[in-house]
Nanobody, 112 residues
């Protein structure tokens, strides 16, 4: 059974940083593109960032480019999202994605 477990969310002031982790079990992430999505209250889930399994190339949503960094550690079967210069509009539940698999999400709240 494949499981993705996010951690690292919390409450932070605007301008602060948080680091999210997504630990996978039941399947290696080595051969999968990995991604982060987020869902703000009353809004649809939207793409945040992705990292390729082939060459670890990355791609970001325009709203987070230059502030967020996605990375992966295949040996630890974990993907990360470093979030800097956080803004109140970054407040959302952040979800880890691997193909058709989703984590349960971790809450990020940025106060102004």
């Amino acid at each position: 059974q494949v499981q993705l477990v996010e951690s690292g969310g919390g409450l932070v002031q605007a301008g602060g940083s948080l680091s999210l982790s997504c630990a996978a079990s039941g399947r290696t992430i080595r051969n999968s593109d990995m991604a982060w999505y987020r869902q703000a209250p009353g809004k649809e889930r939207v793409f945040v960032a992705t990292i390729s399994w082939t060459d670890q190339s990355t791609y970001y949503a325009g709203s987070v480019k230059g502030r967020f960094t996605i990375s992966r550690d295949n040996a630890k079967n974990t993907v990360y999202l470093q979030m800097n210069s956080l803004k109140p509009e970054d407040t959302a539940i952040y979800y880890c994605n691997m193909g058709r698999y989703w984590g349960q999400g971790t809450q990020v709240t940025v106060s102004s």
